[in-house]
């Protein structure tokens, strides 16, 4: 992982962290607005806000608590394999990448900055990203997990 992906790594994980007990709102919100923006996707998700809460928030805490980034691709990857049956497209990703930023800086708040947002939104183009397209195109990953 070069440089500025391990310093934006880093600050995600601090980002990540330090919502703490606001996690679950955060999830909460960003449903909310992806499912206002983009009706449709509401179909490839968990019925219960629930469990739709619980998935992502294992998810991300399983990720951000992993220093080595080949391993975190790999997962990423899982989830892409996970993820194929939905025919998703590198713009369903970005979409994705746009309201999770937004959300998470109107949940973070006045100490949301344009640096964390740069961060967060590379370390979505760069690992996370291309990770789940190589998943969704069909590689092969056992669960890395």
Known sequence: MDVQNK???DLARRTWNALADRQEAFIDRFYQ????????YRALFPPSAAQRS???????????????AAVVQANLRYIGIQHQGFRLQRNDLERFRDVF???LGS????SWSATEEQ???RLFDTIVIPAMMQGLAGAHETNPI
């Open 7 to 9: 310093a934006g790594v």
């Open 33 to 40: 607005g992806l499912f206002e923006r983009y009706p449709d």
């Open 54 to 68: 619980r998935n992502m928030i294992e998810t991300l805490s399983l990720l951000m608590g992993i220093d080595q």
């Open 101 to 103: 930023i937004e959300e």
């Open 107 to 110: 949940v973070v708040g006045v």
């Open 119 to 121: 961060h967060w939104r």
